[in-house]
């Protein structure tokens, strides 16, 4: 069973005037997370995601549709129970929102205090926590004497502290550089896998979903415009919003400038192969155009990696007698993508 189901969801705000329509927000979306998922939501600044957000944590009611947490419908559920599922999901901010006059202990120990945990439960846990995020050493300061990664592994800590099931990040590395960003990624994989949490990602950065995520939905004015396994969307975006996200991380196919270069740099003609996981391999489909007396040159495009499994667009320049380009082109057309472009 999904962990979080949104059938048919639709949240909209009334108009910011009253001649205005009214803002829909999030329109008509679907989408199960299933446990142990790390579902990564993308999409640009104004397409729904923070709102989407609100909606899974019950921070406000959804105009219309059905979402459950963990089978229970959230929709027509009395504020006290909410208060109760609300517990079992924690969330990370990209600003951290720690307390800036408590130290980093007791950041971690409040939402426990909230929970009514005793003192020394919530000394044998802050401490846990507080070693898992490797911040045991920083237990006295305040937030103020942090770096960003810091800041962010004690909302880590203090998210987790009471064990949810499910974990919001919402843009939780978008104020960090690359390499403190790639930090707290590998921190969030091991609370996946060491502590089963099902993490929604929510982002406008595609390199953030290919570091992390197992699932992907890319959202735009509100709706889901394409939802699935990373590796599929990546390797095969079906949408020209998926389209510009993905290229953002992938080298694929040259763009009509890039082409325009190219041209003009290599003789012949112009051909991208696309390699997908699990088809033909690229020394077969190499050795082909060597047998068949073709000379090739490899002059765009890359191999790409998403969770150990392979993909990637390979621009060849390749000259020889054309029937013999045409014969073997034709022949690799059958294994795998070719599109001659120029
Ligand atoms: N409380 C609100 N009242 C009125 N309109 C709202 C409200 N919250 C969000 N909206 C509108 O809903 C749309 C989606 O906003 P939302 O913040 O969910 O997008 P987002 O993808 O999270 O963007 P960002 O990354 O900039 O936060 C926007 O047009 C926004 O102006």
């Given at each position: 069973m999904a962990l979080v189901s949104l059938t048919d969801v639709t949240k909209s705000y009334p108009p910011a005037d009253?001649?205005?329509?009214?803002?829909v927000a999030v329109d008509a979306v679907s989408l199960d997370i299933e446990?142990?998922?790390?579902?990564?939501?993308?999409?640009?600044?104004?397409?729904?995601?923070?709102?989407?957000?609100?909606?899974?944590?019950?921070?406000?009611?959804?105009?219309?549709?059905?979402?459950?947490?963990?089978?229970?419908?959230?929709?027509?559920?009395?504020?006290?129970?909410?208060?109760?599922?609300?517990?079992?999901?924690?969330?990370?901010?990209?600003q951290f929102n720690l307390f800036t006059s408590k130290t980093v202990w007791k950041n971690v120990a409040y939402p426990l205090t909230v929970a009514g945990w005793t003192k020394s439960e919530i000394r044998?846990?802050?401490?846990?926590?507080?070693?898992?995020?490797?911040?045991?050493?920083?237990?006295?300061?305040?937030?103020?004497?942090?770096?960003g990664g810091q800041k962010q592994r004690v909302g880590i800590a203090r998210a987790l502290a009471t064990s949810p099931r499910l974990l919001l990040a919402d843009e939780a590395t978008s104020a960090l550089d690359p390499e403190t960003t790639q930090e707290v990624l590998a921190l969030l994989k091991r609370v996946n896998r060491e502590f089963g949490v099902t993490?929604?990602?929510?982002?406008?950065?595609?390199?953030v979903i290919q570091s992390i995520a197992t699932k992907v939905a890319v959202m735009d004015g509100g709706r889901?415009?394409?939802?699935?396994?990373?590796?599929?969307?990546?390797?095969?975006?079906?949408?020209?919003?998926?389209?510009?996200?993905?290229?953002?991380?992938?080298?694929?196919v040259p763009s009509p400038a890039e082409l325009a270069v190219l041209r003009e740099r290599h003789e012949g003609r112009i051909v991208t192969l696309s390699f997908r996981d699990g088809d033909a391999s690229q020394a077969s489909v190499f050795v082909d155009l060597a047998t068949a007396g073709?000379?090739?040159?490899?002059?765009?495009?890359?191999?790409?990696?998403?969770?150990?499994?392979?993909?990637g667009h390979l621009t060849l320049a390749v000259r020889g007698e054309g029937a013999a380009i045409d014969a073997a082109l034709a022949k690799i057309g059958e294994r795998i993508d070719v599109t001659e472009v120029a």
């Open positions: 009253r001649s205005g329509a009214p803002v446990p142990g998922d790390v579902y990564g939501i993308i999409g640009y600044s104004g397409a729904g995601k923070s709102t989407l957000v609100r909606l899974i944590n019950a921070l406000e009611p959804a105009t219309s549709g059905s979402i459950t947490f963990d089978g229970r419908e959230l929709t027509a559920m009395p504020e006290r129970e909410l208060r109760g599922v609300r517990l079992g999901i924690g969330m990370i901010f990209q044998l846990r802050v401490d846990e926590m507080l070693e898992f995020v490797g911040l045991t050493d920083k237990a006295n300061s305040y937030p103020e004497q942090l770096s993490i929604v990602v929510i982002t406008h950065e595609m390199d889901v415009i394409e939802n699935g396994d990373v590796f599929d969307v990546f390797s095969d975006p079906q949408n020209a919003s998926s389209q510009r996200f993905v290229s953002t991380v992938v080298k694929g073709i000379e090739f040159e490899l002059v765009y495009g890359g191999i790409n990696d998403i969770q150990g499994r392979a993909f």
